[in-house]
């Protein structure tokens, strides 16, 4: 698992809040501040979630955005991953910035993805729902989940598994499948109490 400082964590949080506004007022992509720390240019994976606030979660989410593997340093990756959750998920209109106070913000930093070995029957068994992410991958279908949604939503194990499926556009049974690919991955979270408020490492257990 990496390591992220509590205070690389504040940073990153305050980056995609300024990274959001920066494109919302101006149309431009953030460039990275001349003081970010040296290990947020190592490449990491990282999503970006924005929920509007003081709504319970299986309802507040505005947008989630991010990349699964380490294709960008960590710094360029959580302001690209920022402004797309705000005006590219299509599952939702694009942020105003009118709305951008009314919104937290979450930084999730993933590991790299592994490959869950054995037989589809014990996939169940070789995840664990408050630690691991997942991602299911079956031809041209794919869909991940981060490791907070089934704590949010009170999933065990194989709900977590089928849902995953379901976010792929797959049966919710494909994880039985021998074909179809199960990876898992941890996370880093951080986000903010309130809207441009305190900021927080989040615990999933």
């Known amino acids: 698992m990496y390591k992220i400082k509590d205070d690389w964590g504040l940073f990153l949080i ?16 953030l460039e990275p501040p001349q003081d970010t720390p040296s290990g947020l240019w190592e490449k990491m994976g990282v999503f970006v979630t924005l929920n509007r606030y003081n709504v319970p979660p299986q309802q507040a989410l505005r947008g989630c955005i991010g990349f699964p593997y380490p294709i960008y340093p960590l710094v360029i990756a959580t302001i690209k991953a920022a402004i797309y959750a705000a005006v590219d998920d299509p599952r ?4 105003s910035i009118e709305e951008l106070n009314k919104i937290t913000i979450e930084v999730s930093v993933l590991t ?3 490959l869950v070995e ?4 014990e996939r169940p068994n070789r995840i664990k729902v408050g630690r691991d992410g997942l991602i299911v991958k079956k031809g041209i ?3 991940l989940l981060l490791p ?4 949010e939503w009170n999933w065990d194990e194989e709900e977590f598994l ?27 979270i951080f986000e903010e109490e309130s809207p441009n408020g305190p900021i927080r490492k989040k615990a999933l257990c």
């Open 148 to 151: 907070q949604v089934p704590i």
């Open 118 to 121: 054995g037989p589809p029957h």
């Open 112 to 114: 790299p993805p592994e």
């Open 14 to 29: 305050k980056l995609a809040r300024t990274a959001i506004e920066e494109y919302l007022k101006n149309g431009k992509e």
């Open 141 to 143: 279908y794919s869909g």
């Open 162 to 188: 089928s849902e995953t499926c379901w976010k792929a556009g797959l049966p919710p049974d494909c994880w039985m499948d021998k074909s179809t690919e199960v990876y898992r991955f941890t996370a880093e």
């Open 92 to 95: 939702f209109p694009p942020l």
